[in-house]
Nanobody
Framework: QVQLVESGGGLVQAGGSLRLSCAASGRAFTNYNMGWFRQAPGKEREFVAVISRMGGNLYYADSVKGRFTISRDNAKNTVFLQMNSLKPEDTAVYYC?????????????????WGQGTQVTVSS
């Protein structure tokens, strides 16, 4: 069992930046690939980024590539999402999730544990 708690969301203007954090339970944190997803009103949950267990492999959705950076600090059991050059279309509830299976996955159905979500609102 893994517990995940997101923080760092808020209201920002277009072009601004936010850094989201996801604090995980300390037990066997490095057993999990960690992903970020987002869900806007009326839309399905979509993949944003994923990072491998030791941080050596990264994968991003095309919509955020070059603007967002995922990272993790295993000593602190925390994964981050640095979001720069934010756009109104980035507005969503952002979730972190843990995947204990081998390989990087973008499908939300493949993730075993989820945080409560944090709201990100980007105004124009």
């Amino acid at each position: 069992q893994v517990q995940l708690v997101e923080s760092g969301g808020g209201l920002v203007q277009a072009g601004g930046s936010l850094r989201l954090s996801c604090a995980a339970s300390g037990r066997a944190f490095t057993n999990y690939n960690m992903g970020w997803f987002r869900q806007a009103p009326g839309k399905e949950r979509e993949f944003v980024a994923v990072i491998s267990r030791m941080g050596g492999n990264l994968y991003y959705a095309d919509s955020v590539k070059g603007r967002f950076t995922i990272s993790r600090d295993n000593a602190k059991n925390t994964v981050f999402l640095q979001m720069n050059s934010l756009k109104p279309e980035d507005t969503a509830v952002y979730y972190c999730a843990a995947d204990g299976s081998p390989g990087l996955r973008s499908a939300p159905q493949r993730y075993d544990y989820w945080g409560q979500g944090t709201q990100v609102t980007v105004s124009s």
